[in-house]
């Protein structure tokens, strides 16, 4: 099952699909940030945090160490 659909259609390189690529995250708005400690991309959400911030964009960071994460039906709308 390929989950990308649900959140956008656009290729992985798009700048909006994954902002990590961007060469600089300088200017953009605050953020808050989830993380779930067995989910997927929890190492990529921390990645990003630290950088907004060292490019002094103000960020909060809630880290749940032992959830998963779970985005109900999520799994019906992707696989049908």
């Excluded at 390929?2 to 994954?18: A, C, Q, T």
């Excluded at 490019?55 to 049908?80: D, E, N, Q, R, S």
Aim: charged letters at 20%.
């Amino acid at each position: 099952c390929d989950f990308s659909g649900i959140y956008n259609p656009k290729p992985p390189s798009d700048l909006r699909m994954s902002p990590l690529l961007a060469p600089s995250q300088a200017g953009l708005p605050a953020a808050f940030i989830q993380v779930m400690g067995n989910d997927p991309l929890r190492d990529e959400g921390l990645l990003y945090e630290r950088l907004l911030r060292e490019a002094g964009v103000t960020t909060k960071i809630l880290k749940y160490v032992h959830k998963w994460y779970h985005l109900p039906f999520a799994h019906l709308i992707a696989c049908g």
